[in-house]
């Protein structure tokens, strides 16, 4: 029978983040993943806050919202199954740049700071092939991101 880490070596393999690594580091990294459920609506993390983990969805839908001054909250996206988010406060040691909403009721996994940390210097080679393929999703995200900016500047001027 199956044990619960293979299930979840299964599940990790499906993140985008994780696609490129070998059965091997899957299986260790499944050892350091907890699973959190979420109900649609309920907040994952606000903005602001200290963060100190990165977060994998399995399925369902997570909104990332910020508040702005004039019109109240605003969503920057909605993530889906095999996407993951909580990377930026992971990275820069800083607080949550935006908030986390389940947008339908979720399934995720979670990792924190310690523990991955720890994962890619025992295993610098892994930690290579996840750190670039975060540096190509966090490209992706500029470039969309780029992209609403000039649409917003476009539009500005008609106003
Ligand atoms: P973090 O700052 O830790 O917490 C909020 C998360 O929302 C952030 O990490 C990213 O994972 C995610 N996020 C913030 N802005 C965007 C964006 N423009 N597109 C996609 N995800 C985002």
Known sequence: MEDIKDIIADILKKLSL???????????????????IFHKGETIFEESTTGRSILGIVSGEVRITQMAKVSGEETLTVLKK????????LLEDLPRSATAIAHSDTFMLEISREKFLRFIEKDPVSGVKILFTLAKILS????EAD??????????QWI
């Not at 994780?18 to 959190?36: C, M, Q, V």
């Not at 993951?84 to 406060?89: R, V």
């Open 18 to 36: 994780f696609s490129e690594l070998n059965a091997a580091a899957i299986k260790e990294l499944a050892g350091l993943a907890e699973e959190r």
């Open 82 to 89: 095999g996407d993951f988010f909580g990377e930026m406060a």
């Open 140 to 143: 992706e995200r500029l470039r």
């Open 147 to 156: 992209i609403k900016i000039k649409a917003f500047v476009n539009l500005s």
